[in-house]
């Protein structure tokens, strides 16, 4: 006979109880004077902000060019970064080669970077794509190494055995073995590629939700700064929902994924 | 899956194997009749699993000639299957598709035929995932047996299974061997499974044959006191026991 407590916070909408009571208390203590205006405008005024831009048409050319940005410098990193894993991971000679200088070169934080890449590619798009890539590139190459390395060498093994040799055997064998590992690649990069495009947009920008952004800063319309990063927040959101569901479709017969 | 095909005969002449300064097999000499099933006993230890992988060619020899249907053995053969003491399902492919692997053009019907020789055909869309282990054992049976091999290298395969399923397992390995008469070569610790199976059991003792031991009983093998007889006399080979001087084996309780 379960609580009247757990039977309620089973149900859906519990989990947003919290989250909700803070925007309502941040909006009552918004209207009431009690956090100024200036310092955080209130939900109410965030959500008009949203309203008028949307009216406008201008938000969706924003979003659309900062998610550009993102996928493409996220397609470049991710596939160096992929291909790189899958050589390293599969050839040991590659690996002797290739991971010394791969691991150096990730233990220098991207970001930190940025007054170099200023000068290298200036403040155009090239700067922003490479931050992009470079910061996505190496989560993706470890879990690919590392689900290369750990696919079943008895499943190897029984392959040969079965006559499966070189594409076939990478097809059928090593790369979806070494799937759920890239995966967690996948979901862990899209964090650092919103991240390292939030602060390549801060930089400068002429488009995108960096520059309404910035726009903003400079009008002093505090309630579009804080939309921002709303939408920073929920593109984050988007991107990792999606990684999600592929996750449980190219997952689905593991036993642990099919639970969720 | 076409009977009538000849199993592979083999002849295994001073065949050594080391690895580094560890000498496993040693000058080892066996003959297998085309169609003949063998059981491989011993110790852990013993080399026994070694030898399987060699005639597999999983492994190179050190020493000695490993001939196999009159042909060196250099590698992997599409008319040899193994049979691993884990299933080796490919868990992200459902059940038919990884009995499709052992066939050698991909062939559907070949596969579900196979699957019915083991009774999972309705199985066939499942993931390994939801399968028991017995099932999952019983489904690499039928990937084994989808290619109509010549040879079908057991190497300890039903060592995880409980003792019942075993015992089923064991009938299906048999009636499907005497349907298709490949060559078999069973790698076992259980001296019960190598009496219940094979034609001959030999036992590997310091890296070469100690015992060679045809076992006359009829098929399907009954768990009879001529069973017991076989079962006595090579399980105290292998545990080094001497055999008691008051034991006489009634020879009329078993026909030979």
Not at chain 1, 114 to 134: R, T
Not at chain 2, 193 to 210: M, N, Q, Y
Request: include cysteine.
């Amino acid at each position: 006979m379960r609580s009247r407590w757990t039977q309620l916070s089973n149900k859906a909408w519990f989990v947003w109880i919290v989250p909700a009571g803070l925007v309502i208390l941040w909006q009552i203590l918004g209207q009431l004077g009690w956090i100024s205006t200036r310092v955080l405008p209130t939900p109410a005024a965030v959500l008009e902000a949203l309203i008028a831009l949307i009216r406008s048409g201008q938000i969706f050319g924003y979003i659309g060019i900062s998610a550009a940005r993102a996928l493409i410098g996220f397609a470049i990193g991710g596939g160096i970064g992929f291909i790189l894993g899958l050589l390293n991971g599969m050839f040991p000679l590659a690996e002797k080669l290739i991971d010394t200088s791969v691991q150096m070169v990730r233990n220098i934080p991207h970001l930190a970077l940025i007054p170099l890449v200023i000068l290298w590619f200036g403040i155009g798009e090239e700067a922003k794509l490479f931050l992009v890539a470079l910061g996505v590139a190496f989560p993706i190459y470890l879990n690919t190494f590392h689900g290369i390395r750990t696919v079943d060498p008895g499943l190897i093994e029984m392959g040969k055995v079965y006559g499966l040799r070189g594409l076939a055997l990478f097809r059928k064998v090593i790369l979806p073995g070494a799937l759920p590992s890239i995966l967690v690649g996948v979901r862990f990069a899209l964090g650092v590629m919103w991240v390292t495009l939030i602060v390549a947009e801060t930089i400068s920008a002429d488009s995108g939700i960096g520059y309404m952004a910035m726009n903003a800063r400079e009008f002093m319309q505090m309630d579009v700064v804080v939309l921002s990063i709303i939408l920073y927040a929920l593109l984050g959101k988007l991107s990792d929902s999606i990684a999600k569901g592929f996750e449980r479709w190219f997952l689905q017969w593991h036993p642990s994924y099919r639970k969720a | 899956m076409t009977t009538g095909i000849a199993g592979y005969p083999l002849a295994i002449q001073g065949l050594s194997k080391s690895f580094g300064s560890v000498k496993v097999l040693e000058k080892l000499n066996l003959n297998v009749k085309s169609g003949e099933f063998i059981a491989i006993v011993g110790r852990s230890g013993c080399g026994k699993s070694t030898l399987l992988r060699l005639i597999a060619g999983l492994e190179q020899p050190t020493e000695g000639t490993l001939l196999r249907d009159g042909q060196e053995v250099t590698g992997i053969d599409p008319e040899t299957r193994v049979l691993f003491q884990d299933a080796r399902l490919l868990p992200w492919k459902k059940v038919l598709e990884n009995v499709r692997i052992g066939v050698r053009d991909g062939n559907r019907e070949s596969a579900m035929e196979a699957l019915r020789m083991v009774g999972l055909e309705e199985k066939a869309n499942e993931w390994p995932g939801v399968l028991s282990g017995g099932q999952r054992q019983r489904v690499a049976l039928a990937r084994a047996l989808a290619g109509s091999p010549r040879l079908l290298l057991l190497d300890e395969p039903l060592g995880a299974l409980d003792a019942l399923t075993r015992i089923e397992m064991q009938d299906l390995i048999e009636r499907l061997w005497l349907r298709q008469r490949f060559s078999a070569i069973l790698v076992t610790h259980d001296v019960s499974e190598a009496v219940a199976l094979a034609d001959r059991v030999v036992l590997l003792k310091d890296g070469h044959v100690a015992l060679n031991e045809a076992i006359t009983l009829p098929r399907p093998r009954e768990r009879d006191s001529g069973f017991a007889y076989f079962e006595k006399l090579i399980l105290d080979r292998v545990m080094e026991r001497e055999p008691s001087s008051s034991y006489e084996p009634k020879i009329a309780s078993f026909s030979i």
